[in-house]
């Protein structure tokens, strides 16, 4: 039976709300929580993007036993390497070991900010190796010198450790990414239920180590409403991830989503009050091999009765899976 976690989905909700909801979702049942890590919502309409560490360092006081996790951190461009460890280390400390550094190559949608540009992949992955070895390296509690190709760290570091170093899950996309996530990483991020991705990461190393997945949900006691809300809010992320790792603004992906009708968000996003309907969704990431899903209710506005329905009928649902 996989884990079934929670997503303070900071694109879309302000910043008490999220911090609210996450203790909500201790309380009703749910396994772990992530929180997405961005600069920017991916369309105007979602309307918010709250400081997800500042929210982190509240979600941890609000919660008792909850694990948290960034889904995901990218720390190649926006934030330097060094600084995420610190940032990382922190939250190790104050969650008491309940923390989980979730570490992506980020998309230019959040990264354009600093006017640097945003590189081709292939750059990317060794900006983003590189950035892993500094953060290891520094939670190993030792003055850190580092010299890369893309950057340096001068006699850093960490005064702050959690007692048990603080686990990296890696996010993946492909073949590649998921060597490198096998190389470096505890766990392997994903948000499809790609058994192939899942195969290759157990192929290069992984093997017996978690496997993190992201489902989005819609509910609604009328059908209708949660499909018109789904399309509004989630037609972005029909183009899948090369898509999303390259327009570089809301506008963009506005422009991209303009021909994705309710139909083809429906194929992606469980709609309504039907639990068996996401029960089968999140089958899909078993089956390929997914240990923890973590469900995104789509609507700022209806996490309350997500939540009433997620420990009434959901969860319970899903737990016999």
Sequence with gaps: MAEIGYTMMCEQTPARQLVDDVATAERVGFDYAVVSDHYFPWLEEMGHAPYAWSVLGAAAHATERLPLMTYVTCPIMRYHPAVVAQKAATMGALTRGRFTLGLGAGENLNEHVIGHGWPPVDTRHEMFREAIEIVQELFEGRYTTYRGEFFDVDSAKLFDLPEEPVPLAIAASG???????????????????????????????????????????????????????????????????????ELPAPVNFAAYAETVRPEDVAEKVPCGPDVDAVVEAVRKYTDAGFTHVALVQIGHEHQREFFDWSEKELLPALRRL
Aim: proline fraction near 6%.
């Design 175 to 245: 073949g590649r990414s998921a060597e490198i996530a096998a190389e470096y990483g505890d766990a392997l991020v994903a948000v499809d239920p790609d058994a192939d991705l899942v195969e290759r990461f157990v192929s290069s190393g992984g093997a017996g180590r978690p496997v993190y997945g992201q489902l989005p949900v819609s509910y609604d006691p009328d059908a209708e409403a949660a499909l018109e809300r789904a399309h509004r809010l989630w037609r972005w992320a029909v183009g899948g991830w090369k898509v999303m790792a």
